[in-house]
């Protein structure tokens, strides 16, 4: 299947610090790719749609200004933790479709943020 | 939007046994439904999916069923196995409507005891 890779894998920070977090399809090209936030024992909540050339649409509820999403090549989108404070701990992965059609999404391994 | 509901929320079986996990989802358009397998500290995997147009795959152990006139659908897992252990989504999307996302369920965390 198809590959999709993130880094990092782990990262810790002091309150008021930027993290990026960068996600790679690795075989093949991704207009589109979603990131997802989990907190433990929880769901994967849809945070945002990262279209690559445009704009990010981000789901109700989600702050764009503290999440920013960049999608600047067809293989490779960044999501920016900005001014990060502990309740923004939590797991983030991101997930692309190798076709606009296949239906599998294939996800990257994730990256665990702890904010100190 | 989307709003997909599933149940239960935990689920333990003797192994050899048999596992059935059910979602409901909202949104009549959607018609693609893949259920995904989440180990601890580990990305989601796909291990079965359906499209509208069947109303039910298998794959070895795995089953799926779709009922689209009542908007549910459920995996059901034959022969439990220890390793079957972790936590199983599922979500539905709309294919053929652009790049949509999965919406997902909140899961149902399965043990399979030995």
């Known amino acids: 299947g198809a590959v999709v890779s993130q880094h990092p894998s782990r990262v810790i920070c002091k309150s008021g610090t930027s993290v990026k977090i960068e996600c790679r399809s690795l075989d093949f090209q991704a207009t589109t790719m979603f990131w997802y936030r989990q907190f433990p024992k929880k769901s994967l909540m849809l945070m945002a749609t990262?279209?690559?050339?445009?704009?990010?649409?981000?789901e109700q509820g989600v702050e764009k200004d503290k999440f920013l999403i960049n999608h600047a090549s067809l293989t490779l989108s960044t999501l920016t933790v900005t001014s990060a404070h502990p309740e923004d701990s939590s797991f983030y992965i991101c997930?692309?479709?190798?076709?606009?059609?296949?239906?599998?999404?294939?996800f990257g391994e994730g990256s665990r943020l702890t904010v100190l | 939007g989307e709003n997909v509901e599933q149940h239960p929320s935990t689920l333990s079986v003797q192994e050899g046994d048999s596992a059935v996990i059910k979602c409901t989802y909202s949104?009549?358009?959607?018609?693609?439904f893949p259920w995904y397998k989440q180990e601890l500290g580990k990305r989601p995997q796909l291990i079965i999916d359906?499209?509208?147009?069947?109303g039910e795959k298998k794959d070895q152990r795995i089953a799926v069923t779709l009922n689209k006139t009542a908007k549910h659908f459920s995996l059901h897992i034959t022969e439990t196995q220890p390793e079957d252990s972790a936590v199983y989504f599922c979500?539905?999307?709309?294919?053929?409507?652009?790049?949509?996302?999965?919406?997902f369920g909140k899961g149902t965390r399965l043990s399979v005891i030995a």
């Open positions: 990262s279209n690559e050339g445009s704009k990010a649409t981000y």
């Open positions: 997930s692309a479709r190798a076709g606009a059609n296949t239906g599998e999404l294939f």
């Open positions: 979500a539905a999307s709309r294919l053929n409507s652009g790049n949509t996302p999965l919406v």
């Open positions: 359906i499209r509208s147009n069947v």
């Open positions: 949104d009549s358009a959607s018609n693609y």
